[in-house]
């Protein structure tokens, strides 16, 4: 597709995965693929060392790992699954933009795009889904944190909407 032909011609690309399946629909594309799972402080530490030695300066940092379970109240779940899901959808994408920073772009007159990914619940609970929800509220914050400390940053959170459609 256009997308994919514009990726291949224009841009470098790098991306990493937690499962190897995943990383195979990608085969083909001009990209550059890393292991890194995001639940584990010395996979990230791997990405970041790996990644340094490209050489290259990053652009746009788009994170979008998603973990929603689990889909319980808070209450009647597994409080260590619940901080799991919570450092997986905020925390840890924290931790590994904090180790890619220092990398980004550095030109005085364009800023480093930082992508993140919101879930319905933001202006009300989604019913057993605290976890996912507080993590995404979390990002929301982050991205006004990160906007007013970092001129050089452009961070932003991608939500649903709620549009009535066919």
């Known amino acids: ?20 399946e995943g990383a195979e629909k990608l085969r083909g594309i001009n ?6 799972d995001i639940d584990d402080p010395q996979s990230i530490s791997d990405f970041i060392r790996d ?3 490209t050489g290259l300066e990053w652009e746009t940092f788009i994170s979008c790992p998603s973990n929603p379970l689990p889909v319980k109240s808070f209450f009647e779940g597994n409080f260590e699954e619940w901080e799991k899901s919570v450092n997986t959808n905020s925390i840890n994408q924290m931790r590994v933009l904090h180790a890619l920073y220092p990398y980004r772009i550095k030109s ?24 996912y929800t507080v993590s995404k509220i979390f990002l929301l914050k982050m991205c006004e944190y ?3 400390e970092n001129p050089d940053l452009n961070p932003f959170i991608i939500g649903p909407g709620w549009t009535r459609t066919k």
């Open 146 to 148: 990160l906007d007013a």
């Open 1 to 20: 597709s256009k997308l994919i032909s514009m990726l291949q011609k224009e841009y470098n690309v790098i991306g990493t995965y937690r499962s190897l």
């Open 31 to 36: 990209m550059r693929l890393y292991f890194c």
């Open 108 to 131: 005085p007159d364009k800023k480093s795009n930082v992508v993140f990914f919101a879930t319905a619940g933001i202006n009300a609970p989604v019913i057993n889904m605290s976890a």
């Open 51 to 53: 990644f340094k030695v």
